[in-house]
């Protein structure tokens, strides 16, 4: 008996040690990985490249920090000016726009606000001005600063002049759904982890359309001259991959429902 | 001041033994001689066991404890401490634990297990053994390192008469091959048998120290004379 | 309420009977870097408690309170501490592990090694205090009796590392983050379970917990089974009962 539980481990241990094939680490964001989209491109890259992609998800803040440290070789987040700032600092090679989704406000059916229609500030001053409650993921990620950069063109300032429902989790986004399904309030979402959100309890999407609502992707490489180690090679193949023909195509033709969720913008 | 064989194998001397705010034990002197079957009587709580650990030198103390060279001491405790193992490995373990080089090991542990009549038993847990068994056991765990003096602790205590007399034979024995003993029991019949020396002790103090003979025959102090007096009948 | 968890049980249920590749890879996944991390930690974990039961130096006793103190790390802060080790802007970055599994199995060992050290410790304590004077006799040095007791007390030792054990599976921060709950690489039963309930899908989430539970019940079971077929050839002095952590 014994005996067997040490075979076992040894065989394990030789598992944890074996040489991994071709592989690159990409810090992405929880509401991408949630939508599904990395389930679809990136079997995809591996066919064409034969190179094994690790997702690491966290909210947009993190995933740049992560690759600031290293410890990821390309980032795909969507929060433009934070990926400028990173590039600017000297952590990322260039910036490659990828693709493009939307925002969308969900809150209860009965919309006590008044905020549906196709207008994501003016919805944003109906909610405040009614106390209505907010849920706000407060993390740093990309859907965060996007709701932030909203709250500013309504002329609302959330820190200094929180309004009266307004509440910040510090959470992702499927947490932050789950507060307001059960607490029928307001929130930002990206459509993707959305369509793919199975508590909903009675909310709806009432805020869409809105131009100011796309969200924009992009890929970066991380720089080899910060951090030697990165497996720049491989991170370079993705990108030209990713914003080629054939990686435009695949994102295109993801579908939740029969629904496109990602658009695709490479820079021709 | 190291001793002679010739002079005494341990000897205490003013020795006291403290635990906390108790005394165990007051000034005891006293010098344990080669060849000696030496029993340590009194009631309960009168500081035997103590006294026994004391020479053994396992105890923190007051006052010296001088040992010959050499000497080589083992143990049987009054509940003695078997491992979760098998009979044989327990013996394995004491003859390795003495540092007997590990050639002659398996021959002195059959030996011993022999000596006690425990030789089926050898690959049995040594704990689902009798209490006899058990105290034979602890007994060939001691005489297997060949130690030169051999403490006992009530070796006979819980024991029935078959068990008892069987134990008694094996320590007349081990006596017989120049082991020197040092034995405390409540029994005084067993004490008039094996001893050649009786201490009686009474409240920590080494009241009483005779060879049998004159332990038995002459008249005691006081507190000596009504323990005897207390412990009938003599043919036990 | 009662729904949910009707229709969680009835998830686990099918995914049980479907043998979902993906899910025996996490499940395996699960197993495997746990057990290890508590072999590991049994490994050193009990021999400093057996150490540390029986030595005697100045500051001993503050020793043993911080190991006692260790028993209410939060896994979180173990992870953190870890991923803080083998970022690769940390000393042991250029090891390359974080976010494998490797990773993941030093976090837990590192958990639970004050789990184990700090019950057996107490554990031969116990033992020592009572028959350690018998052994020193029979000329064993204090940490040689420490270890003989260990094998004299293995039953409990059984226990102390089941106990590790039910700490490493059902911990979620520390392999969160030092292994980024990476899909097909480093996902385990908690941080799936942790992935689907921030994705909504509650039934689900609720279902791999009972999956989880019934894993680890499989395989109390099965110790359970082995412990008796041993225990039917000694009319079993019952194993020393476990103490209570401090």
Same mark, same amino acid.
């Given at each position: ?268 | ?76 405790? =009054? +509940?003695?401490? $078997?491992? *979760?193992?098998?009979?044989? #490995?327990?013996?394995? &373990?004491? !003859? ?38 058990? =105290? +034979?056991?602890? $007994?060939? *765990?001691?005489?297997?390192? #060949?130690?030169?003096? &051999?403490? !006992? ?39 008039? +048998? ?43 | ?246």
């Amino acid at each position: 008996m014994v005996r067997l539980i040490l075979a076992c481990l040894a065989l394990f241990s030789a598992f944890l040690a074996h040489a991994q094939d071709k592989f690159i680490v990409m810090a992405s964001t929880t509401s991408t990985e949630q939508s599904g989209l990395f389930a679809h491109l990136l079997p995809a890259f591996k066919a064409a490249s034969g190179i094994d992609i690790r997702v690491v998800a966290q909210g947009t803040g993190q995933a740049l920090d992560t690759a600031r440290r290293g410890d990821a070789d390309v980032v795909f987040v969507h929060d433009q000016a934070a990926e400028e700032k990173f590039v600017a600092e000297g952590y990322g090679m260039r910036r490659y726009p990828v693709m493009y989704n939307d925002f969308v406000i969900v809150g209860p059916k009965a919309d006590p606000a008044g905020a549906k229609g196709k207008d994501v500030v003016a919805a944003l001053v109906k909610i405040a001005a009614g106390g209505a409650p907010f849920i706000s993921r407060g993390d740093k990620s990309g859907t965060n600063a996007a709701e932030l950069r909203y709250w500013k063109g309504a002329g609302i300032d959330v820190t200094a002049n929180k309004p009266a429902g307004y509440q910040a989790c510090g959470c992702g986004m499927g947490p932050a759904l789950n507060i307001a399904a059960s607490s029928s309030a307001y929130v930002l979402t990206d459509r993707g982890t959305w369509l793919n959100f199975k508590n909903r309890g009675d909310l709806a999407v009432l805020v869409e359309g809105d131009t100011r609502l796309f969200n924009q992707y992009g890929v970066i490489a991380v720089n080899p001259a910060r951090h030697p180690h990165v497996k720049v090679a491989m991170a370079q193949q993705f990108i030209d991959w990713v914003v080629s023909p054939a990686g435009q195509g695949t994102i295109a033709a993801y579908k939740i429902g029969g629904e496109q969720l990602f658009f695709p913008n490479a820079e021709r | 001041m190291p001793l002679t064989m010739s002079s005494g194998l341990i000897a205490l001397e003013g020795v006291a033994v403290r635990f906390g705010a108790t005394t165990a034990l007051h000034g005891v002197d006293f010098t344990l001689r080669a060849g000696e079957r030496v029993a340590l009587v009194g009631a309960n709580g009168c500081g035997k066991t103590t006294l026994l650990r004391v020479l053994h030198g396992r105890l923190p103390h007051e006052g010296r404890r001088l040992v010959a060279g050499d000497l080589r001491q083992a143990m049987v405790y =009054q +509940r003695p401490f $078997l491992l *979760r193992v098998s009979v044989w #490995r327990n013996l394995m &373990l004491a !003859l390795w634990l003495a540092g007997v080089p590990a050639a002659e090991r398996t021959a002195r542990a059959d030996a011993a297990l022999a000596r006690v009549g425990l030789a089926g038993e050898r690959n049995r847990p040594a704990r689902v053994l009798s209490g006899g068994q058990q =105290q +034979r056991l602890a $007994l060939a *765990r001691a005489w297997a390192v #060949r130690p030169q003096v &051999l403490f !006992l602790d009530e070796p006979t205590a819980s024991l029935d008469p078959g068990a008892k007399r069987e134990v008694e034979q094996l320590i007349t024995e081990f006596s017989a091959e120049g082991m020197a003993l040092v034995m405390s029991t409540h029994n005084l019949g067993q004490a008039k +048998r094996l001893a050649t020396r009786v201490l009686y002790l009474e409240g920590g103090r080494l009241v009483v120290d005779l060879a049998t003979n004159d332990f038995f025959e002459r008249p005691l102090p006081e507190p000596a004379a009504l323990f005897l007096k207390g412990e009938l009948p003599w043919s036990a | 309420m009662n729904e949910g968890f009707g229709a969680a049980l009835s998830t686990a249920w099918s995914l049980v009977i479907g043998f979902d590749a993906r899910l025996a890879q996490i499940v395996g996944l699960s197993l495997g870097i746990s057990s290890l991390s508590c072999v590991l930690a049994a490994g050193v974990g009990m021999t400093a408690g057996a150490w540390l039961a029986v030595a005697r130096f100045p500051g001993h006793r503050t020793l043993v309170a911080v190991l006692n103190t260790l028993l209410a790390l939060p896994s979180v802060v173990v992870g953190l501490a870890v991923y803080l080790l083998l970022s690769r802007a940390g000393p042991l970055g250029s090891l390359g592990i974080l976010f494998t599994p490797a990773a993941m199995v030093i976090a837990q060992t590192v958990l639970v090694l004050p789990v184990v050290a700090a019950l057996t410790r107490q554990l031969v304590a116990d033992a020592w205090h009572g028959n350690g004077e018998q052994l020193r006799s029979m000329g064993a040095a204090p940490f040689t009796a420490a270890l003989l007791l260990l094998v004299h007390e293995r039953l409990a030792l059984v226990t102390i590392a089941l106990t590790a054990f039910g700490r490493a599976i059902s911990e979620v921060g520390a392999v969160m983050i030092v292994g980024g709950n990476i899909d097909g690489v480093t996902r385990v039963m908690t941080t799936a379970i942790a992935l689907e309930t921030s994705k909504g899908d509650l039934p689900l989430a609720l279902g791999l917990g009972f999956v989880l539970l019934a894993v680890v019940g499989a395989i109390n079971a099965l110790i359970a089974l082995v412990q008796r077929r041993q225990g039917t050839h000694e009319a079993a002095a019952p194993a020393a009962a476990l103490p209570a952590a401090a």
